[in-house]
């Protein structure tokens, strides 16, 4: 790397020449921390969240549930998935060299170009951009895949061989998709997803590649953080523009203080532990990776939920005040029991163990209470997070 290779040791010697022999990265590197190019990687793969959030929030708005959480799903995942490979890849092989920042460059191409796709998606199924952002990600990922293979032998050089072979035949999959009835699509998709999701476990069936603890949970922590950033930005949008529309200020002051509440404890929630120390093998970290679909999924949705409570205050929506609470209390209740899922269940002990489950439960019970739904949620999670800080200093 360039920007802390004086701080921190590197596999790669410095070496002026633009191309470098890909090997892979020592996983117990010190000091491994995420580069200026991924970090641009990660704000550049929120402009598509943001996209998809927004036409999410414009579906719930109107009542059409099936047809946005459908649409959300699936470019969400298209999204999460092409994030998620090159961030496990980048952990193992990253070598900072011409080729390997061209061939990133290239897949936030393919995400700028999934994102302008992304309103066809949801409007009328049209896949034909959306595919054509996400192929152009993927085949990047086989080319770089290529370039590990090249750089290893025995083993480590199949298991780079049958990534690049199963991102590729993937790739062709999705292309046939784009020939087939619409009326298809509801039993193709899911299979292709499965596909896309089984390539990992099979390539690193028999060795694991050199991901890095440390690294991986801060490249996701990141990537938390910068898509809670876009759900407050979403809602802070959101109510500008009702409050310049409408007079109605009194409506929309316990939805911005419910929502920044919620927030504010997502993140609290997210980071009160480190988990590096629970990644120690495929089959653990696997299992983590793979749920934070719904961790990254649900904290953009709450943004979209706050949006819809906010057009429902001012009396845009045209749902009930309980449906739209429910749309940013049914996403904060799956943050809450995923991120316990995944992390707190494995660093808390007695009472607190149980503090996740329960307050999602609190969170969807609030529901009920319609206009101030979204304020008695936030509410719910800021006790959360006060009990949580008692116990912690109790143990200590």
Known sequence: ??????????????????VRRMVPRDRNESHRVATPLELFFDL??????????????????????????RGYGFSFFAIWWAWMNFTWFASAYDCDDVPYRVTTLVQIAGVLILAAGVPRLFVSQDLVLGVAGYVVMRLAMVTQWLRAAAGEQGEARQVALRYAGGVALCQVAWVVVLLLPHGALTYVLPVGIVAELAVPVWAELRMQTTWHPHHIAERYGLFTLIVLGETVAAATVAMQSAVDEHEGVGRLVPVAIGGLLICFSAWWIYFARPVHEHLRSNRQAFAWGYGHYLVFASAAAIGTGLEVAVESAVHKAEISATAATATVTVPTAVYLFTVWLLHSRHTKSGIAQVLGPAGAVLVLACTAFGDSGVLAAGLVCALIVAVGVALHAREA
Not at 7 to 14: E, N, Q, R
Not at 45 to 64: D, P, T, W
């Open 1 to 18: 790397m360039t920007s802390d290779s004086a701080a921190a040791p590197h596999p790669h010697p410095v070496d002026p020449r633009p």
């Open 44 to 69: 550049c793969f929120v402009v598509a969240v943001g996209q998809a959030g927004r036409e999410l929030a414009h579906a719930l708005a109107a009542g059409h549930y099936g047809e946005g959480l």
